[in-house]
Nanobody
Framework: VQLQASGGGLVQAGGSLRLSCSTS????????VGWFRQAPGKEREFVAR????????YYADSVKGRFTISRDRSKNMVYLQMNSLKFEDTAVYYC????????????????WGQGTLVTVSS
């Protein structure tokens, strides 16, 4: 399984970015694809995930109402639309895939892509 994240960049606070994650190698019918992030000097944290089959989203409280996760099964793509970006959203963002959701946290994720850097200037 391969995942490729893209779409990061530099944006001013209040701006928007859309991250993309391409997936290949297998499908995740009973699983999910999620976004995580890691800021400098901090631990990796969960951002959002979407179930592959039903498209059910789930968000961290810190991004709820500002970020939207979606998936396009026909293209094997997952997107993270990020609006009203804040300085504290600055991080390397990773997409990851889970074969199944048991814990609904990072323990479920079997495959990880490389990160894409999002920098929000204040």
């Amino acid at each position: 399984v391969q995942l490729q994240a893209s779409g990061g960049g530099l944006v001013q606070a209040g701006g928007s970015l859309r991250l993309s994650c391409s997936t290949s190698g297998r499908t995740f019918t009973n699983g999910a694809v999620g976004w995580f992030r890691q800021a400098p000097g901090k631990e990796r944290e969960f951002v959002a995930r979407v179930t592959w089959n039903m498209g059910t989203p789930y968000y961290a409280d810190s991004v709820k109402g500002r970020f939207t996760i979606s998936r396009d099964r026909s293209k094997n793509m997952v997107y993270l639309q990020m609006n009203s970006l804040k300085f504290e959203d600055t991080a390397v963002y990773y997409c990851a895939a889970a074969r199944t959701l048991r814990y609904d946290d990072s323990r479920d994720y079997n495959w990880w892509g490389q990160g894409t850097l999002v920098t929000v200037s204040s």
